[in-house]
Structure formats: C-alpha cells, structure tokens
C-alpha cells in the first residue's frame, strides 16, 4: 500500500510522519503522474485557495477530481474545505468530493487557534481525541450521503462518506494516531475490494 501526500503547500511532512508510523509508504505529490502510485491521498491543512491556484496550476486540478471519484482521499483543515461541495463564504472552488457546507475561518480572530476535545463514534478506542484547530473551518451542513464520526460539543468536525475522510482539526499535531489508522484502513478495504473485483468474485 501507498498513501500519498499532497506537498505543494502546507503541514505535508507531518502526515507523512504519522503515516511512516505507522508503516505505510508514503510519496509526495507534485505532479499528476505521481498519483498513479497512489492507492489513498492526503490533503493537508494549508490555506485553501492558495491550494486550489497551485492544483490547477501544476494541472492536478482534474487528475485530482477523478482521483476522489475513484480512491479514499484525507483532507485536513484546508483540505476539507476543498473537497467540500459547498463554501459559503469567499469564492474558493472546491473538488465537491463530500457533500458538506463549510464556512472557512469560521471561528473569528479571538480563537484562530485552540485545542478541544474531539468526541468520536468510531473506531474500539473512543477516550476523546486531542483536537488542534488553526483557523479552522466549520460544518455548517452534512448532506445524506455524509456520516459524522466526531464531534467537538454539537458540531460536527470529522466526517467521511466511505471512501473520502475529512477533518475541520490536525491529527497530524498530535501524536495520537486514530484517525491516521482509520484512514488507512479505508484505503486498506478499498484494496481489498479491488482484488476482490480482479478475481471475479464481485
Ligand atoms: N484558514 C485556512 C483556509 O481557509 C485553513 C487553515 C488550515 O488549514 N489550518 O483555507
């Protein structure tokens, strides 16, 4: 299995840390050919629109696209607002990979950044996860198609729809690795899916 790291801008280094913990190769992604050896994909905290400038262009803009439409993509922070379907506060064009409604730095310049207690509702191990949020965004609207898996008090702040992962905090700051492993294991199912599919008995 290789995961791959989105690394044109942002914390990359950090998730490519967790993932090397935990024992899966990595590859940083700069170019679109690169996501051919890539079997799930990382898209780290960053600033959102300098990242959707810099995907369209390095012309990643459309591989990616198909690449959520196909493999299990992570997005954190930055990364969640785009793969979300919808921003409702400053243009930013976004993947559309999840349906959710996002306001970016939606919690004003007293907070920018701060440190809460994620509840999750996955995974055997549920004491809460330590969550760093930097000028985060919020989830305004989860459509149907989207499950919440942690809560930080009512709101949802880590979300997934089966094969895209996307939280509003960094996982990759702390040295918790839960959310890195249930990552990993949607990438580890969807492989077992594809073999399963190759041998026919699908
Ligand atoms: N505020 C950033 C944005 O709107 C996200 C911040 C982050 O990724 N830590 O894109």
Redesign the pocket.
Same mark, same amino acid.
């Given at each position: 299995m290789r995961i791959g790291i989105l690394a044109l801008q942002?914390?990359f280094e950090r998730h490519e840390a967790a993932l090397r913990r935990l024992d899966v190769d990595t590859v940083l992604v700069r170019k679109p050919a690169q996501l051919q050896d890539c079997d799930g994909l990382i898209l780290?905290?960053?600033?959102?629109?300098?990242?959707v400038h810099l995907m369209r262009e390095t012309e990643l803009w459309e591989p990616l696209k198909s690449f959520c439409d196909r493999r299990p993509v992570f997005g954190?922070? %930055?990364?969640? &607002? +785009?793969l979300a379907t919808e921003v409702v506060n400053?243009r +930013?064009d976004t993947l559309g990979a999840i349906d959710i409604t996002v306001r970016?730095?939606a919690y004003g310049r007293q907070r920018e950044s701060f440190v809460a207690d994620v509840e999750l509702t996955v995974g055997q191990d549920r004491r809460p996860f330590e969550g760093v949020? &930097?000028? %985060?965004?919020r989830i305004l609207r989860v459509g149907s198609s989207t499950t919440v898996l942690g809560t930080r008090g009512e709101e949802p702040v880590l979300v997934s729809n089966g094969q895209i992962l996307a939280a509003t905090f960094?996982p990759e700051l702390t040295d918790d690795l839960r959310i890195h492993s249930l990552f990993v294991d949607m990438v580890r199912g969807w492989l077992a899916g594809r073999d399963r599919a190759a041998l026919g008995k699908e």
């Open positions: 942002g914390d780290p905290g960053g600033e959102s629109t300098t990242f954190t922070c %930055a990364g969640l &607002i +785009v400053q +930013v970016r730095n949020f &930097i000028r %985060a965004p960094h």
